[in-house]
C-alpha cells in the first residue's frame, strides 16, 4: 500500500520568496516519488522525480525537491518563485503502474 | 515528446447523453494508459486501467457499466460516460508512460471538463 500527505492545502507567498511544500509519503515497495503542477483547467505536469540516486532532484521552473528517507518526506522548494508560479502542486508516489497522488497544494502567489 | 493529447477540453450536455473522451498518445507507443477523474478541491481518483487488446482494470467503487473504456490501439484510448447525469460532472484525465519500466513516470493529458445539465 502506499500513501502520500501534503500538509498544506494553500501555500500564499510574496513574489520573489522562497517556498516549500511539504509532502510526506508511505510505501510498502520501491519508492518512486514525483511533483506535478497543474495550472487552471490543465492537465498535469511532471516537474521532477524521484527514482534512485542523488537525493537532491533538480527540475523544471527552478524547482527542487529532496527525498529524505528517514522522515519519509520529499518538499519541493524554490528558492524565488513569480506570478506564473501560481499552480496546485500534487506530490504523487508510485510508478508505471499503481501511482497515488496528494490532495494537493495550491501556491498563490502574491505581486 | 511524450505528448498526450485528449479531446474534447469542455463538453456540455444534456442528461441521460452519453459522452466520449479521447486520449492520444501522440510521439510514443502506450499499452497502458490511465483514466483519472478528479472532483473540485480534490485530487486526482484513478477510476480505470487500460490495456491495449483487453479489458480495462477498474478500481474499486467505479462502475463498469457507466464508464466504458476501449483501448484499440496502442496510441488511443476511449472513455465513454454513458447514460450521463449532473453527478458525473467533473474533469476527467487521461495519462499514460512511455516506457514500459516500473520507475517511468505517467504523462498526462490537459483533461476534459464534463459539466452535465
Known amino acids: 500500500a502506499q500513501s502520500v500527505t501534503q500538509l498544506d492545502s494553500q501555500v500564499p507567498v510574496f513574489e520573489e520568496a522562497p517556498v516549500e511544500l511539504r509532502c510526506n509519503y508511505s510505501?510498502?515497495?520501491?519508492?518512486?516519488l514525483f511533483w506535478y503542477v497543474q495550472y487552471p483547467n490543465q492537465g498535469l505536469q511532471l516537474l521532477l522525480k524521484y527514482l534512485s540516486g542523488s537525493t537532491l532532484v533538480k527540475g523544471i521552473n527552478g524547482f527542487e525537491a529532496e527525498f529524505n528517507k528517514s522522515q519519509t518526506s520529499f518538499h519541493l522548494r524554490k528558492p524565488s518563485v513569480h506570478i506564473s508560479d501560481t499552480a496546485e502542486y500534487f506530490c504523487?508516489?508510485?510508478?508505471?503502474?499503481?501511482?497515488?497522488f496528494g490532495i494537493g497544494t495550491k501556491l498563490q502567489v502574491i505581486p | 515528446g511524450a505528448v498526450v493529447s485528449q479531446h474534447p477540453s469542455w463538453v456540455i450536455c444534456k442528461s441521460g447523453t452519453s459522452v466520449k473522451i479521447e486520449c492520444r498518445s501522440l510521439d510514443f507507443q502506450a499499452t497502458t494508459m490511465f483514466w483519472y477523474r478528479q472532483f473540485p478541491k480534490q485530487s486526482l481518483m484513478l477510476m480505470a486501467t487500460?490495456?491495449?487488446?483487453?479489458?480495462?482494470?477498474?478500481e474499486q467503487g467505479v462502475e463498469k457499466d457507466k464508464f466504458l473504456i476501449n483501448h484499440a490501439s496502442l496510441t488511443l484510448s476511449t472513455l465513454t460516460v454513458t447514460s450521463a447525469h449532473p453527478e458525473d460532472s467533473s474533469f476527467y484525465i487521461c495519462?499514460?508512460?512511455?516506457?514500459?519500466?516500473?520507475?517511468?513516470?505517467?504523462?498526462f493529458g490537459d483533461g476534459t471538463r464534463l459539466s452535465i445539465l
Open positions: 495519462s499514460a508512460n512511455q516506457g514500459v519500466y516500473s520507475n517511468q513516470p505517467q504523462h
Open positions: 510505501s510498502s515497495v520501491s519508492v518512486y
Open positions: 504523487a508516489v508510485g510508478g508505471y503502474q499503481k501511482v497515488t
Open positions: 487500460s490495456n491495449e487488446g483487453s479489458k480495462a482494470t477498474y
